[in-house]
């Protein structure tokens, strides 16, 4: 990553994404200073123009952001880090400095795409994912369906814990049998979108 801070004085605007829902929550200013303490600790930390020092985020509030990445941007004269909040971002006690809600969690899906495609890649013995696998296709399709049979009883009842147990295991099973295919759930999302433009 090389970014040019004296493109601005030293100062280059570093916007702050949520790893998982993919929102934007705020937009601060780094120095050298701030993004080598922020890549040290593992916490997002800009350089305060009101204070004129660091600032970690979170510092007073406890509201600190973890790191998961940072990236620069095609001029080497703006900052992405995608960071997991620890509670709300704004100083006003909002989500986000637009006051946006930060509540979606399907971002969650794509962390969860890439666990599945690693434990395909390199298995392990205790990755119950790995065994999957391991016992092939059928196996993996034949999931499926035994979650889906189950989903659908369960729909039948009233009762919302037993349901959203089944959903999400129809859900992480359908991950897998997508990846066993070698398949993307983008491919998937994009024959939606031309369904839903006819």
């Known amino acids: 990553m090389n970014i040019d801070f004296t493109k601005m004085n030293g100062l280059i605007p570093a916007i702050v ?29 800009f350089f305060s123009r009101s204070k004129d020092r660091l600032w970690t985020k979170g510092e007073t509030s406890g509201n600190f952001m ?67 696998f391991a016992k092939g296709i059928n196996k993996v399709a034949q999931k499926v369906g035994e979650e889906a049979v189950e989903i659908v009883i369960e729909a039948k009842d009233d009762n919302k814990e037993l349901f959203l147990g089944e959903a999400a295991d129809l859900l992480f099973h359908y991950l897998v049998l997508l990846e066993a295919k070698g398949y993307e759930l983008d491919e998937v999302m994009e024959v939606l979108i031309q369904r839903h433009k006819k």
């Open 17 to 45: 994404q949520d790893a998982m829902s993919g929102k934007v929550l705020m937009q601060g200013y780094m120095n050298e200073e701030a993004l080598a303490k922020t890549k040290e600790t593992g916490m997002v930390t």
């Open 66 to 132: 973890e790191v998961v990445s940072i990236a620069g941007d095609c001029d080497g004269d703006s900052i992405l880090v995608k960071a997991n909040p620890r509670g709300p971002v704004c100083h006003t006690g909002s989500d986000t400095c637009w006051d946006e809600e930060n509540t979606s969690k399907t971002g969650f899906i794509d962390q969860l795409r890439a666990i599945i495609k690693d434990r395909k890649n390199n298995p392990s013995d205790k990755s119950y994912t790995a065994s999957l």
